[in-house]
């Protein structure tokens, strides 16, 4: 009875590893081979390549764009939250004048112009990298792609923002 133990044992010891290496071949082979897709690509060169059917050189320009254009934007974004800020901590204070709301809009206002002219820059240098057989599609998707991102989340806020059970319904 022991050495049927011992020998049932054995057999499950050797199953679970062999299921190991099995595993682990199955992730360093398959790692490298190109058949996983590349977490790194964002939707919009999804897009660029599936839908307007860009060629891997046309991949590349634009993903020289991307960062080109990511370096000029997040400034610009990070300056018009710091606009948005300024507006709403008027909240609650009694100096707060329509004059001043007003003012602080305009402010955000014209960096909003200033972010728009950018993203409209960005998608007319993506055109000029189409070939004319690509442009037609292009144009004819680029404003639902700007609406898709110009949808805002909807996720609540984080805690650290705000607690949800003070949000007005």
Do not use: W
Not at 84 to 96: C, E, H, M, N
Not at 110 to 136: G, H, M, W, Y
Not at 144 to 156: A, D, H, L, Q, Y
Request: net charge positive; aromatic share 6%; charged share 25%.
């Amino acid at each position: 009875m022991n050495a049927s133990r011992n020998k049932a044992l054995l057999a499950i010891i050797a199953v679970l590893l062999v299921s190991n290496i099995v595993v682990l071949l199955y992730f360093v082979v398959l790692k490298d081979s190109g058949k996983r897709p590349d977490k790194r690509r964002s939707p919009m060169t999804e897009f660029l390549q599936k839908e307007v059917g860009f060629t891997p050189q046309q991949l590349a320009l634009f993903d020289s764009l991307k960062q080109r254009h990511h370096a000029l934007i997040k400034p610009l974004g990070e300056d018009l939250s710091r606009s948005r800020d300024s507006l709403y901590s008027l909240i609650g204070k009694p100096a707060a004048t329509d004059s001043s709301l007003q003012a602080a809009a305009a402010v955000i206002g014209r960096k909003q112009v200033v972010l728009e002219l950018q993203l409209f820059d960005n998608f007319r240098q993506i055109r000029s990298i189409c070939t004319p057989a690509q442009l037609p599609k292009f144009d004819s998707l680029a404003p639902s792609i700007v609406r898709k991102m110009m949808i805002p989340s909807r996720r609540f806020p984080s805690p650290k923002k705000a607690d949800s059970s003070t949000l007005a319904h």
